[in-house]
């Protein structure tokens, strides 16, 4: 059954430090989408993505985050500058259309 | 605006109980509404949505909802609860059926199944 991965499962970086997180959606979806979760809380839309720009994003999304699709099948988060508050897991979905969105297993951000 | 509030973070049963997940949802447009599991270390699985064609609505592993507008509730429920149904349950709300919107979240509410 096809499923969205995403890498890597935990990522540990340095305050201030760039990462990108990488997801690979379903290989015939065309909607895009990252959340995240920080401990304890619950699950916040960050941006959705459809022919290749993003369709919303949510205050949380500021300038230090992109995404890009940057061939046919990676979709990528970036946040430029890390801060301890961006600590959280990152979860990738995508969806055909109309149906539902299906989501990778996250990756675990920790900034120390 | 569109939210979502689970009652109760942690909820226990024993095995082979009633299970009985709780949410309630606030929206100004016509909800669909979705119930999201997530098992240790994976990611979220869609047990079942609603999207207005009938109020009871049939999810996987035996789970039902159903969508109350008077009440605006969707809580989960399950006749016969199996140890393998512990994990971490969201209910979560959306302008459209599943694609095109942004899924918007409760809480979550985690199940634990005692023997």
């Known amino acids: 059954e096809p499923e969205v991965t995403q890498t890597p499962s935990h990522q540990v970086t340095q305050m201030g430090q760039e990462v990108i997180l990488r997801c690979v959606p379903i290989?015939?979806?065309?909607?895009f989408y990252w959340y995240r979760q920080i401990l304890g809380q619950k699950v916040e839309f960050l941006v959705s993505f459809y022919n290749n720009e993003i369709s919303e994003k949510s205050e949380i999304f500021d300038d230090q985050f992109s995404v890009e699709r940057p061939d046919g099948s990676n979709f990528t988060l970036k946040i430029r500058s890390t801060k301890l508050e961006d600590s959280a897991m990152y979860f990738c979905a995508s969806s055909e259309g109309a149906n539902e969105q299906f989501f990778g297993p996250g990756t675990r951000l920790t900034v120390l | 605006a569109q939210s979502v509030t689970q009652l109760g973070s942690h909820v226990s049963v024993s095995e082979g109980a009633l299970v009985l997940l709780r949410c309630n949802y606030s929206s100004s447009v016509p909800p669909y509404l979705f119930w999201y599991v997530q098992y240790p270390n994976q990611g979220l699985q869609l047990l079942l949505k609603y999207t207005s064609a009938a109020t009871l609505v049939k999810g996987i592993n035996g789970f039902e909802a159903e969508f109350k507008k008077s009440e605006t509730s969707f809580h989960l429920t399950k006749p016969s609860a199996h140890m393998s149904d512990a994990a971490e349950y969201f209910c979560a709300v959306s302008r459209s059926s599943g694609g095109y919107n942004k899924l918007i979240f409760g809480a979550g509410t985690r199940l634990a199944v005692h023997p």
């Open positions: 290989s015939n979806h065309l909607y």
